[in-house]
C-alpha cells in the first residue's frame, strides 16, 4: 500500500500532536522532589530543581551518572578506565 508524502506528513504530525513531550505526563514521575520536569514553549522537555533555583536540560539521574563516570578519570590506564566506566554503565542500566 502507498501512501503520499502529504499523508505520511500529516500521519507524522499528529502522531507528534499525540505522543509529543508535552503529552507524556508520565515521564513527571521520572523525577522526584526537588526536580520537576516541564515542557519548553519548542516542546523540548527540561527539568526544574526547586530547592537549588536552577534548570537542567538533562535528566537528573543522567547527570549524576556523568559525575560518577567522571569521578573515574583518575584510573591510570585506559583500558581499565574505560572498563570500569562501561561497568559502571551497566550496572546503572541493570
Not at 13 to 24: I, K, L, R, V, W
Request: aromatic share 10%; hydrophobic share 30%.
Amino acid at each position: 500500500m502507498q501512501i503520499s508524502v502529504d499523508d505520511r506528513i500529516k500521519l507524522l504530525q499528529e502522531t507528534h500532536c499525540d505522543y509529543g513531550p508535552a503529552s507524556q505526563d508520565f515521564l513527571s514521575t521520572s523525577v522526584q522532589l526537588p526536580w520537576q520536569r516541564s515542557v519548553s514553549h519548542n516542546r523540548v522537555p527540561y527539568y526544574i530543581n526547586h530547592h537549588t533555583q536552577t534548570t537542567s536540560w538533562d535528566h537528573p539521574k543522567m547527570t549524576e551518572l556523568f559525575q560518577s563516570l567522571s569521578d573515574l578519570n583518575n584510573v591510570r590506564f585506559s583500558a581499565y578506565r574505560t572498563a570500569i566506566k562501561i561497568r559502571r554503565l551497566q550496572k546503572a542500566l541493570c
